[in-house]
C-alpha cells in the first residue's frame, strides 16, 4: 500500500500543504482558521496520516528519541512508574525512547553515550539506582555529561553539582510529613525500621522523622531505629521486645515499603490489632498498599511526577540553551487503615 503523505492530505481537506504542515506539527505564530484547522485533522484521521519520522528527524536534525538510562530492573515499579510520566511528557512532542543501560564497558565509556555519538539519541534522562549509589560514581557519570555536553539529567541522584540538571525527590520531607502525620493521631513512641543502606535517602528520611518529632516538643528517645537489613532476625526480635511494652501512642515507621508489608504480617501473626493497638506508615507507596491487611498507610514517593519534570527540563535544554536547575519534588500522604 502507497504510503499516505502530506499531499494527500492536503488534498483532502482541500489546503495547501504548508496549512497541513502548520496544523499538525502545531506551528506557533501562524493564524489559521478553526473550521480549517478542522479539515486538516479530519483529513488526517479519514486518511490515517501519520508523519514520517525519519522525515521529521533530518529537518529538525534530530534523531528524535531520548535515552532512559538505569541499572534497576525494567520490571520494577520504581522504574515503570518513573518511565510512564517521562513518556506521557515526550510521546505528544513526537519523541520515541530508547531504553539503555549505565554499565561502564572496559574502555570506560557508559552504553549510553555510544548511542549518543551515533545520533541514535538527543539526549539522555539517567535514573539512579539510589540504595547503592556512591558519591564517587555519581561524581564520574556527571563529568562525563558536562565533558561531552550532552543535554541530560541525573534523576533522584543528589548530585551538587550546579552544572548539571538534577530533578530529585525531597526525601526529608517524605519522613517529616510521614511523623507529623502520626503526631497528629496522637503518637508519640516510633519504631523506625531503617534499610541499612546508610545513603543520602535514608539519612535524609530519619533526618525528617527525628525534625517532626523535635518540633512538637517530643523526647528524642522515643524514636528508635531498628535496621532490619543487616540482621532481620535480631531485628525482628527488637520490634518484639518493644511491642511488648507496647502503649496505644505507639507507631511503627518503615523506611522501605516492604519493610511496611513484614510489619504488618508480624503484627497480624502476633495478635496485634493496628491500628487500634499500634499505627504503621511506610515512607514509600506501592500499588500493593490497597492489597494489603489492613491497607498501609504511606507517604508517597513523586515517582510518576519526577518522571514528568525530568522529561520537561531536559526538553526546555534541548529547544534553547537554558542555565542547569536543581528541582526537588515534595511527597505526598495517603491515608488507608494503618493509621487511625
Known sequence: MKRVSSNDVAKEAGVSRATVSYVL????????????????LTAAKRLNYHPDS???ALKRNRSMCIGVASRRDIDE??????????RDVLAPKGY?????????NDKGYPEYLQYYYRKRIDGILLLSHIESIREQETEKVAAILRKEKIPSVLIDYHHNSPMVNCVDINYFHGGYIGAEFLIQKGVTQVV?????TNTIQ?????RGVRKAFEEA????????IVDVREDREEGSRRIQSILAEHRPDSAIIAGWVRYGFCALNMLNTLGYRIPQDIQVI?????????????????????????????AEVLLATLEEEVLPVRIQLPCRITARETTK
Open 202 to 206: 535514608e539519612k535524609e528520611r530519619i
Open 217 to 224: 516538643g517530643r523526647e528524642m528517645d522515643r524514636i528508635t
Open 77 to 86: 515499579e520504581r522504574y515503570t512508574k518513573v518511565l510512564k510520566g517521562i
Open 96 to 104: 520515541a525512547i530508547l531504553i539503555c543501560s549505565d554499565e561502564w
Open 25 to 40: 506539527n502545531n506551528v506557533q505564530g501562524v493564524r489559521i482558521k478553526p473550521e480549517t484547522k478542522e479539515k486538516v
Open 192 to 196: 523506625y525500621l531503617d534499610s541499612g
Open 282 to 310: 511506610s515512607l514509600a507507596g506501592s500499588s500493593f498498599s490497597d492489597l494489603s491487611y489492613p491497607r498501609l498507610t504511606a507517604s508517597e514517593l513523586p515517582l510518576y511526577e519526577i518522571g514528568k519534570k525530568s
Open 54 to 56: 525519519m522525515a521529521v
